[in-house]
Each structure stands twice: as structure tokens, then as C-alpha cells.
């Protein structure tokens, strides 16, 4: 039986960022390898209100990739 690699949160991925659909901003959002690999939550966008998908996945080194789309 195969052992599951844990990822590892590193010091400087403790931030992500992603380009609000709506506005274009570019905002700056907390990051938790502890939520998983694969994170899907809804948030408001700091600037517009409006609210964003927000999608962060870590890959097998736990760096992270973080992008948005309209909900």
C-alpha cells in the first residue's frame, strides 16, 4: 500500500491572489493547505461587492494555484 504524501503549507504561500471577475482588481486572500488539496468557497469581492468563486489548488510540492470566476 502506497503512503499518501501530506503537503506541507510553506511560509511564503500563506497568500494567494486572484483578479476579481467584475472589477478586475487584483485581490489578496488568506491560503489553508489545512481546508485540502482542492478549495471551492464563494467571497465578496473587497472593492466591488460582488461576490467571486474562488478556486485554490495545491499541487504534490504544495504550491498553490488560485483563480476566481463569477458566481
Known amino acids: 500500500m502506497a503512503k499518501k504524501k501530506r503537503l506541507r503549507r510553506r511560509p511564503e504561500h500563506d ?3 486572484y483578479v476579481c471577475d467584475a ?16 478549495q471551492e468557497y464563494v467571497e465578496d ?3 466591488c461587492c460582488r461576490p467571486n468563486v474562488i478556486h485554490v489548488e ?14
Request: glycine share 12%.
Open 45 to 47: 469581492c473587497p472593492v
Open 15 to 17: 497568500e494567494g491572489t
Open 23 to 38: 472589477c478586475g482588481e487584483e485581490i489578496v486572500v488568506p491560503l489553508d493547505i489545512s481546508a485540502g488539496e482542492s
Open 58 to 71: 495545491f499541487d504534490e510540492q504544495g504550491e498553490p494555484r488560485v483563480w476566481a470566476e463569477a458566481e
